[in-house]
């Protein structure tokens, strides 16, 4: 529901994906919204969240969490056999061809899937994924890098993240911190970028 600013009356827009039957209803009245299509933009992205947003995550970690915000952009990855392995980065050196990594860990390749990797800039976000090609166990090659990674011990080392495309970890929100004294808790809702694919269209016409 909002305020028309041509009518000047409240006016309803619905917001369904396909295959909605529209039996279950949620009214949210949007105060301040004088657009059809974009109380349609708000109504579908909320949609979308009910339909995509369904993943939810809690645990605790190192003071390094501290460096995310709310809703800040993290990829979350767990010890689970066959999906993204953690190492730290050795060393990474630029050829002629690509940028040669070196992982602390032997890198499992025996997926058929194209692999990536990702790795952890010094202010804690995200580089990549990264298209990766195998060198040996330990290094692999990628295309290039978005930044210069210190592997000198002089600061802790860039982390990576290893696996395929479907499994080279958990994109999320983080929706909660909580500070202790050695650790941080924190809760975090799953990425999905499907949530977002009707923020430029427009509200289409009701029969």
């Known amino acids: 529901k909002y305020i028309d600013q041509t009518t000047f009356a409240e006016e309803v827009v619905k917001c369904r994906l396909e295959g909605d039957q529209?039996?279950?209803?949620?009214?949210?009245?949007?105060?301040?919204?004088t657009s059809r299509d974009r109380a349609w933009r708000i109504g579908m992205r909320r949609r979308r969240e009910f339909?995509?947003?369904?993943?939810?995550?809690?645990?605790?970690?190192?003071?390094?969490?501290?460096?995310?915000?709310?809703?800040?952009?993290?990829?979350?990855?767990?010890d689970v056999p066959g999906y993204a392995q953690s190492a730290l980065l050795m060393?990474?050196?630029?050829?002629e061809t690509g940028v040669v990594l070196e992982s602390s860990e032997p890198l499992d390749w025996s997926s058929d899937e194209q692999h990536v990797v990702l790795l952890r800039k010094p202010d804690g976000s995200t580089s990549g994924p990264?298209?990766?090609?195998?060198?040996?166990?330990?290094?692999l090659m990628i295309g290039g890098v978005d930044f210069i990674p210190d592997t000198s011990w002089s600061i802790e080392p860039p982390h990576?993240?290893?696996?395929?495309?479907?499994?080279?970890g958990y994109p999320v929100l983080i929706?909660?911190?909580?500070?202790?004294?050695?650790?941080?808790?924190?809760?975090a809702i799953g990425y999905d970028e499907r949530v977002y694919?009707?923020?430029?269209?427009?509200?289409?016409?009701?029969?």
């Open 175 to 187: 929706t909660s911190i909580e500070p202790g004294d050695y650790s941080v808790d924190v809760e």
């Open 160 to 168: 990576l993240l290893f696996g395929t495309v479907r499994r080279s």
């Open 22 to 33: 529209g039996q279950t209803i949620k009214e949210i009245t949007l105060r301040g919204v």
């Open 91 to 95: 060393n990474a050196v630029q050829t």
């Open 130 to 139: 990264w298209e990766a090609s195998q060198v040996d166990d330990y290094r």
């Open 51 to 78: 339909a995509y947003r369904t993943k939810s995550y809690n645990f605790s970690t190192e003071l390094d969490a501290l460096n995310s915000g709310y809703l800040s952009y993290d990829v979350l990855a767990d």
């Open 197 to 207: 694919a009707d923020d430029d269209n427009y509200a289409p016409e009701e029969a």
